[in-house]
């Protein structure tokens, strides 16, 4: 039976590859990073690495939760849940990596990275919420 993908992945799907982007910019600023071509303590490089390397793992585990919802039906809160929480870490995590890591000179995350913390509680419900969905489909 072929699977019938719904409008809401259709929309997200598209959001996600548009988002990608994104990742290609922050390739572009880690690139520029590496020929050195732009300031940066060992800090900011070790976070932008981390944050380039999260967003783009995340935004195509996002892209492929988005079929396995639509192929099991799950839906209602846990299909909000199980559709939403993983594109919304896939905008937290690498936001927390970047956003607490900039400014001349920083050695240490400044206050932002309580979005990396977020994004880990929106992965950790996402994939948990997909999983159950699955497993009781």
């Given at each position: 039976m072929p699977l019938m993908i719904s409008s809401v992945t259709l929309n997200t799907a598209g959001v996600?590859?548009?988002?990608i982007v994104a990742v290609?910019?922050?390739g572009y600023y880690m690139l520029a990073l590496a020929r050195g071509r732009l300031a940066a303590t060992p800090f900011q490089i070790t976070f932008s690495r981390?944050?380039?390397a999260h967003a783009g793992v995340l935004v195509i585990l996002a892209l492929v939760g988005q079929l396995y919802v639509d192929a099991a039906g799950v839906s209602g809160v846990l299909g909000f849940v199980a559709r939403d929480g993983i594109p919304l870490a896939a905008i937290l995590m690498?936001?927390?990596?970047?956003l607490s890591s900039t400014g001349a000179g920083r050695t240490r995350p400044n206050a932002l990275i309580w979005l990396l913390y977020a994004g880990t509680v929106s992965l950790g419900v996402g994939v948990v919420g997909l999983g159950v969905g699955l497993l009781t489909a």
């Amino acid at each position: 039976m072929p699977l019938m993908i719904s409008s809401v992945t259709l929309n997200t799907a598209g959001v996600l590859l548009i988002a990608i982007v994104a990742v290609e910019w922050g390739g572009y600023y880690m690139l520029a990073l590496a020929r050195g071509r732009l300031a940066a303590t060992p800090f900011q490089i070790t976070f932008s690495r981390a944050g380039h390397a999260h967003a783009g793992v995340l935004v195509i585990l996002a892209l492929v939760g988005q079929l396995y919802v639509d192929a099991a039906g799950v839906s209602g809160v846990l299909g909000f849940v199980a559709r939403d929480g993983i594109p919304l870490a896939a905008i937290l995590m690498p936001a927390g990596f970047f956003l607490s890591s900039t400014g001349a000179g920083r050695t240490r995350p400044n206050a932002l990275i309580w979005l990396l913390y977020a994004g880990t509680v929106s992965l950790g419900v996402g994939v948990v919420g997909l999983g159950v969905g699955l497993l009781t489909a």
